[in-house]
């Protein structure tokens, strides 16, 4: 979809931005920018929409060569971004977000809808922001205008510089999840600049991490944090890459074990005895169907007065996951719910726990994985310690 050739741009004071820089973006892909401040990250993406032109080399999209392209209609296919967001101060915040779809025919009450779709969704309140202006709003809420402004106009291809910078991180984490959820439902296209080798990691298909003016490397954020290309990009992404790939490291059926589990309908002093012979404390409840129920410690099914079922003594239980999470979330619920473990789901149906020993485990597997090239599943390992 993107497509860059060899292209180098030399401004006319003698800097060189960008140097001989090819890569390929696919459609629907999310690639991030990451690098120091100065390395050629904003100049690349700009010369996507021509508002800086390559000195030499070709920048295509969709096949064809930016330079040959009518820079007002280039631009109506290519939303953009930018951390000042460059709202109109005159327009209210509804009108802004509605723009480019009132600029491409939309009817008037369409546009406002779909207006006032998006800026619920990125988490400003129509019926409080809709009619403000940008100077009465703060920087983070103008940089949630310009997210929604950009996808309002559902372009095929997105440019985005530090689209979240201004943003609490508690907000940017979720405007993060809606924007890739809404980026991924409509196909779109984005590169991405950030300085936050986080958000490079997390939101990225494939990031390319820059020295001054090249790509040092190019490839998924997997494969950047386990195999850093060099000891420039392995320092850029710091020597906590192994806790970064708590992001991006999926949780599979393979990692989680098997609970001592009770039936709901088994008799609770039958279960006690089981439980107690197997040394277990504590057991998963599941229904006859293999559904997660709940759980129930040794004690309340020791004590339980005869012909209770384990049913009526099962908590509920919170700490769950469903499968394919990154192994970071499954984490966060384990220390939320202070829990020694997490039930892992696939749908309504129960696969087994994740304990902290499996959650190394995973973590290393996936290491190993991407420097051998072999799928995680067929990583050996003769026990957790060796992990
Ligand atoms: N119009 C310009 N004229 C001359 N030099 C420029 C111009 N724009 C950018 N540069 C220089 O080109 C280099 C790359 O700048 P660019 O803005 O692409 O970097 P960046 O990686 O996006 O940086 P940052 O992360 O700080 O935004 C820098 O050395 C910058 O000073």
Redesign the pocket.
Same mark, same amino acid.
């Given at each position: 979809m993107i497509r860059f050739e060899e292209v180098s741009?030399r401004?006319?004071?003698? *800097?060189?931005?960008?140097d001989g820089l090819s890569f390929e973006v696919e459609r629907g892909e999310l690639v991030t920018?990451v690098?120091?401040?100065?390395?050629?990250?904003?100049?690349?993406?700009?010369m996507v929409n021509r508002l *800086?032109e390559p000195t030499s080399g070709r920048v295509l999209v969709d096949g064809e060569d930016v330079m040959a392209l009518d820079p007002v209609r280039l631009r109506r296919r290519i939303g953009y971004v930018i951390q000042q967001v460059g709202l109109f101060p005159h327009r209210t915040v509804l009108d802004n977000t509605a723009t480019v779809p009132a600029l491409t025919g939309w009817r008037r009450s369409r546009a406002r809808d779909r207006a006032k779709e998006l800026l619920e969704l990125v988490g400003l309140d129509p019926a409080e922001f809709a009619d403000r202006y940008p100077a009465q709003l703060s920087g983070g809420e103008r940089q949630r205008v310009g997210v929604a402004r950009a996808l309002a106009a559902d372009p095929p291809v997105l440019l985005m510089?530090?689209p979240f910078g201004a943003v609490d991180p508690v907000v940017r984490e979720r405007l993060q999840n809606e924007f890739t959820a809404i980026q991924r439902s409509l196909g779109t296209t984005v590169l991405l600049?950030t300085?936050d080798i986080e958000e490079a990691v997390r939101l990225g298909d494939r990031m390319a991490v820059?020295g001054?003016?090249r790509i040092e490397q190019y490839d998924s954020p997997a494969a950047v944090l386990g195999r850093p290309a060099d000891g420039y990009v392995a320092e850029f992404v710091g020597a906590d890459r192994g806790l970064k790939r708590l992001s991006v490291t999926a949780v599979e059926p393979g990692d989680v074990e098997e609970p001592p589990v009770a039936r709901s309908d088994e008799e609770a002093r039958r279960a006690a005895a089981r439980l107690r012979e197997r040394g277990a404390r504590w057991a998963v409840v599941l229904d006859p169907g293999g559904h997660l129920h709940g759980w129930v410690g040794l004690e309340e099914l020791g004590s339980a007065p005869e012909g209770r079922t384990v049913r009526e003594l099962a908590r509920r239980m919170g700490a769950w996951v469903p499968v394919g999470v990154p192994l970071k979330q499954a984490f966060g619920v384990m220390l939320q719910h202070d829990a020694g473990w997490v039930a892992v789901l696939d749908g309504d149906r129960f696969l087994g726990v994740l304990t902290p020993a499996k959650l190394h485990e995973a973590l290393r597997r996936s290491v190993e994985s991407d420097a051998k090239g072999v799928p995680r599943g067929e990583v050996a390992f003769d026990s957790v310690t060796d992990a």
């Open positions: 741009k401004y006319p004071d003698g *800097t060189v931005a960008v920018l690098g120091p401040s100065g390395c050629g990250k904003t100049t690349t993406m700009m *800086t510089d530090e600049v300085h820059y001054r003016g």
